[in-house]
């Protein structure tokens, strides 16, 4: 079982800038799995936003966040994070962590992940 706490969403004006942090617990060692954001908005369905696998060697970013968002995890303190910069009102949306047990690697589809935070708002005012 892996547990997961998503932190770090509010309300913030376009061009800002927030970090979200999700923290694992559990008995399944962190570092033996890969991590992904993800991120829905109200009527849309969820969708991959960055992927990180389990040594942080390969990560993947959606194209509307390439080079404004950054996904990178501390194994030691079994935390994985994303970094939001240059925010759009677009990027409003609750924002989930998950944990893929299984392949380890920057999977990009919701139903490959094995378990899920409770979501964070991110909203963001023009």
């Known amino acids: 079982q892996v547990q997961l706490v998503e932190s770090g969403g509010g309300l913030v004006q376009a061009g800002g800038s927030l970090r979200l942090s999700c923290a694992a617990s559990?008995?399944?060692?962190?570092?033996?799995?890969?991590m992904g954001w993800f991120r829905q908005a109200p009527g849309k369905e969820r969708g991959v936003v960055a992927a990180?696998?389990?040594?942080?060697?390969?990560?993947y970013y959606e194209d509307s966040v390439k080079g404004r968002f950054t996904i990178s995890r501390d194994n030691a303190k079994n935390t994985v994070y994303l970094q939001m910069n240059s925010l759009k009102p677009e990027d409003t949306a609750v924002y989930y962590c998950?944990?893929?047990?299984?392949?380890?690697?920057?999977?990009?589809?919701?139903?490959?992940?094995?378990?899920w935070g409770q979501g964070t708002q991110v909203t963001v005012s023009s």
């Open positions: 998950a944990a893929d047990i299984v392949s380890g690697g920057v999977a990009t589809v919701p139903g490959l992940y094995d378990y």
């Open positions: 990180i696998s389990w040594s942080g060697g390969r990560t």
């Open positions: 559990g008995r399944r060692s962190f570092s033996s799995y890969a």
